[in-house]
């Protein structure tokens, strides 16, 4: 039985810093696997998450839930099956549906496979006090079926985020525990912790994905294409993303500076460089810039933005950045 746990929290909040650090403790001789979903159509966390000595296995395109019933179903049984990881960590998308993911993994078919444990929420405690975020059903549904709250990146709260987290635990914690910790730095034997919360949560209003693809086929460019971009949209938020051909490489200080300015929400980034990769995730302010010396498969660049964005803008001064 593989032994699994789904780790979610809003947008931005810190899913894959806190599995990058959970990979990076795992016991040497434990195998793990890791699933990430991701609302948008290109898949950029495989990337940050790659190197971390897991088997990955990435949803781009929306709620897991939502856009890929049967493929997912496949994807994770053949991924349990092969791979037969001791644990497994599904990182959903931060506009994911946790009831409908904790049903699913609850059906019959995973029996034999999967031991569900605690379910840990990632809230970045700045994000109680923005209303867009505070009443986000997803937000709020991701807290009530926590078994866990991990209150996440402590270096940039101020008094009245403490302020807000506390008020928010007395109001809505029931005796769950809450740590609060910075970049992801989790205590790993959380983990073990069962699953204790079986609140009733309301049914999430459904958004079926906007895509036409489904499934891994977003991943890959159609032969002989240089790029393509492609969009997505569902509860309150939308999304952009490009892929670019292995032979296209940008300028490392414009591609900074793109990211850095672009008025979007969330923009995270994986691209060819002269030097090798750059990795760019980027949450409001917050951001995280990492370069590698080998260079990506190909170059992905996503923003999701919970208001109207002018994606054609965007895109003629990402092209500008474009060297080759
Ligand atoms: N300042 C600060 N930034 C953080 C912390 N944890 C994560 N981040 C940054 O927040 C952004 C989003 O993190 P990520 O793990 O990708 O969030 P996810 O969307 O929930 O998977 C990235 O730029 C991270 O580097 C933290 O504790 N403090
Ligand atoms: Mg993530």
């Avoid at 904790?102 to 840990?120: D, K, M, N, V």
């Avoid at 971009?229 to 200080?253: E, H, K, P, Y």
Wanted: proline share 5%; charged share 20%.
């Amino acid at each position: 039985m593989t032994k699994t746990n789904l780790i979610t929290g809003f947008l931005g909040s810190g899913k894959t810093t806190t599995i990058r650090h959970l990979l990076a403790n795992k016991p040497q001789n434990e195998r793990w696997a890791v699933l990430v979903n991701e609302f948008g159509e290109i898949g950029i966390d495989g990337a940050l998450l790659a190197d971390s000595g897991a088997v990955l296995k990435e949803i781009p395109g929306g709620c897991m839930c939502c856009v890929n019933g049967l493929p997912m179903q496949v994807g994770l049984n053949m991924l349990l099956q092969q791979a037969k990881p001791d644990r497994l960590l599904i990182e959903p998308t931060g506009l994911g549906h946790p009831k409908q993911i904790l049903a699913l993994l609850s059906q019959e078919t995973y029996g034999g496979w999967i031991e569900l444990l605690a379910t840990i929420c990632l809230l970045d405690a700045r994000q109680l006090s923005e209303p867009r975020y505070r009443e986000n059903e997803n937000f709020r549904d991701q807290l009530a079926a926590a078994d866990i709250i991990i209150a996440n990146k402590m270096d940039t709260w101020q008094p009245h985020d403490v302020q807000a987290l506390e008020e928010w635990q007395a109001q809505n914690g029931h005796q769950r525990p809450l740590h609060r910790i910075e970049h992801g730095r989790m205590e790993s034997k959380l983990l073990d912790l069962p699953r204790t919360n079986y609140a009733e949560l309301p049914d999430a209003h459904h958004h079926h994905a906007q895509s036409k693809t489904q499934g891994l086929a977003a991943l890959r460019l159609p032969e002989n294409a240089r790029w393509r971009r492609a969009l997505n949209q569902g509860q309150g938020f939308v999304s952009c993303g490009w892929i670019f051909d292995n032979d296209t490489l940008f300028d490392t200080i414009g591609m900074m500076e793109w990211i850095r300015l672009a008025p979007v929400d969330r923009a995270k980034a994986v691209v060819r460089i002269a030097e090798g990769s750059l990795l760019i995730n980027r949450q409001g302010q917050d951001l995280n810039i990492e370069t590698r010396p080998t260079a990506p498969l190909d170059s992905r660049i996503e923003l999701i933005h919970g208001g109207e964005a002018d994606w054609n803008a965007l895109q003629s001064a990402l092209f500008k950045i474009r060297l080759g």
